[in-house]
């Protein structure tokens, strides 16, 4: 990870306890994001962060959040102290592994909580008393009005990856899971964009915040070997195995546009012979999982995902990304090829685009300010009759459904495929 000068986790101010954890992980140095905003944090100020996954921004608001916990009296009912929402569930799964990574040689308790999985265990553990929760917004409004927990006692918020709630129509329920809390608190907000909506919601939240930064979107996409292909849009799908196959690619991580789309090359990649699973919004929790987890140990060697779905994703070292089609929101490519190179690894990503994705392939050279080299193979030559039109666009959060008090507790049942994911109507 880029170092801005030589720092040591010691210097930060962190505890023996944090200190063994962190060492324990191997983490020799705090990364740039970890620099700036561990300090902040500990003093107790509210931040506006922009960081992206793969910054380490996860031990930058942690490991500060744990120390602030663990240094300040604790009540013997063990009330929810501190709330961690993230947009998706395996981002809260993930951010849970780090939590309790990192507070393991502290006494503090942690749970995580997130729909598409039976309640029970989830509401079984937060009645053991809980320090830090870490929650989706549809099952932590689903709990709360249920009784299971409250949210009267939180001292620290996370908003991670505040920018894909928003995008995922999850602002109103954020704006009720704020009424829940008391109004003194500290607020920590982390977006990899700034949009004008992120700028109004971080208004409305924090008071008076130190802005941190990490390294600038522009040098992790410079790092990265990016590569169009032009081709025919029938002929993509041939196209991507061939590259797959002669280039012996072990560990490829696919973006399809649509849950169909990406069920479809799945489909098709493991008929020619090439193992691999795809991952969306209308798998369970448990085929998500699993497709994870054999993409990271190797059984699988193509994951075929959507932008949601892939959303906060910990795959270290990803070697290659191919984009089967381009997105239609140009700051998801950027995070899309975030997915190689990170950590300080080099990595190449791949565009596949037919003539309907012309304006896309402009919109997206434009934000990452430089001209794509473009290349064609031949036997999959682009289809000179075909059409420059864009495909249509779906704006982000249209079609979503709003949820109201009653529909959280309609969904509140046990069964996994009724969850609010499902409800939303999404289409990645
Ligand atoms: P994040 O941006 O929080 O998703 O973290 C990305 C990856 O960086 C995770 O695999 C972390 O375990 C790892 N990581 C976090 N902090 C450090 C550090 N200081 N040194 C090395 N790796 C780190």
Redesign the pocket.
């Given at each position: 990870?880029a170092q801005l000068i030589f720092m040591s986790f010691q210097s930060l101010g962190l505890t023996d306890a944090l200190l063994k954890a962190?060492s324990q992980?191997?983490?020799?140095?705090?990364?740039p994001i970890?620099q700036k905003a561990i300090p902040v944090i500990l003093e107790g100020k509210d931040v506006l962060a922009s960081?992206?996954?793969?910054?380490?921004?996860?031990?930058?608001f942690t490991l500060p959040l744990l120390q602030i916990l663990s240094q300040r009296e604790k009540s013997k009912y063990r009330p929810i102290r501190a709330l961690i929402l993230t947009p998706t569930r395996e981002l809260a799964a993930?951010v849970y592994d780090?939590v309790r990574s990192y507070s393991e040689f502290t006494d503090l308790r942690s749970v995580v909580i997130f729909g598409g999985v039976n309640q029970k265990p989830q509401v079984a553990a937060i009645r053991r008393g809980v320090d830090v929760l870490v929650a989706t917004p549809g099952r932590l409004l689903d709990l709360q009005n249920q009784g299971v927990l409250s949210l009267k006692r939180i001292e620290i918020l996370v908003l991670d990856e505040a920018d894909r709630m928003l995008d995922m129509g999850f602002l109103r329920d954020i704006e009720r899971i704020m009424d829940l809390m008391p109004k003194k608190r500290q607020n920590l907000l982390f977006s990899a964009t700034f949009s004008k909506d992120i700028r109004k919601l971080a208004n409305g939240i924090l008071h008076h915040p130190v802005t941190v930064e990490a390294t600038p979107e522009n040098t992790t996409v410079e790092a990265i070997n990016q590569k169009v292909y032009r081709v025919a849009k029938g002929k993509k799908t041939g196209l991507i195995i061939k590259l797959i196959s002669d280039g012996n690619w072990k560990q490829v991580l696919v973006f399809t546009r649509t849950k169909h789309g990406a069920n479809k090359l799945c489909k098709k990649m493991i008929s020619a012979g090439v193992s691999a699973a795809a991952i969306h919004g209308n798998k369970s929790q448990g085929a998500r999982t699993k497709a994870l987890a054999g993409f990271k140990s190797g059984r699988v060697r193509v994951l075929v995902a959507t932008d949601i779905a892939a959303r906060?994703l910990?795959i270290?070292l990803l070697p290659h990304v191919i984009n089967f089609e381009l997105p239609n929101i140009s700051e998801d490519y950027v995070h899309r090829i975030g997915r190689t190179g990170?950590?300080g690894a080099s990595g190449e990503a791949i565009s596949l685009v037919s003539a309907d994705e012309t304006t896309y392939l402009r919109d997206i050279e434009k934000l990452v300010g430089e001209r794509i080299p473009v290349s064609i193979i031949e036997g999959f030559e682009p289809d000179p009759n075909a059409s420059t039109q864009p495909i249509k666009k779906q704006q982000r959060g249209q079609n979503r459904s709003s949820r109201n008090n009653s529909n959280a507790s309609k969904n509140s049942n046990n069964k996994p495929k009724n969850n609010s994911r499902r409800s939303r109507g999404n289409r990645r």
């Open positions: 990870m962190v992980q191997g983490y020799t140095e705090p990364s970890q960081a992206q996954t793969g910054t380490g921004k996860t031990a930058g993930q780090n906060g910990d270290p990170r950590a």
